[in-house]
Nanobody, 119 residues
Framework: QVQLVESGGGLVQAGGSLRLSCAAS????????IGWYRQAPGKQRELVAA???????NYADSVKGRFTISRDNAKNTVYLQMNSLKPEDTAVYYC?????????????WGQGTQVTVSS
């Protein structure tokens, strides 16, 4: 099992920055990739950014050039640096871990952290 705890959300004005953290614990050796997702009211959850165990990254088109995902393996923590925030970035942000242990492919979610960008 993997446990994920997000932190770093809050209220920020448009153009501002926030850094989200996702701390993983448990069977972290089984993690293939960690992704940040977000869900705005009335909308489907969407992938924002992801980073693989090998360090490869991918981003949603809407955040390219503004958001950066990174990891600190020593701390088992993944970060999402969000710059030039826009009101449309307002959402609950969730951390997701994709794991493979033997033949078992499982995903885990954190509890989410609210990001609110005011205009």
């Amino acid at each position: 099992q993997v446990q994920l705890v997000e932190s770093g959300g809050g209220l920020v004005q448009a153009g501002g920055s926030l850094r989200l953290s996702c701390a993983a614990s448990g069977s972290t050796f089984s993690i293939n990739a960690i992704g940040w997702y977000r869900q705005a009211p009335g909308k489907q959850r969407e992938l924002v950014a992801a980073i693989s165990s090998g360090g490869s990254t991918n981003y949603a088109d809407s955040v390219k050039g503004r958001f950066t995902i990174s990891r600190d393996n020593a701390k088992n923590t993944v970060y999402l640096q969000m710059n030039s925030l826009k009101p449309e970035d307002t959402a609950v942000y969730y951390c997701n871990a994709d794991t493979l242990l033997g033949l078992a492919h499982l995903t885990y979610w954190g509890q989410g952290t609210q990001v609110t960008v005011s205009s």
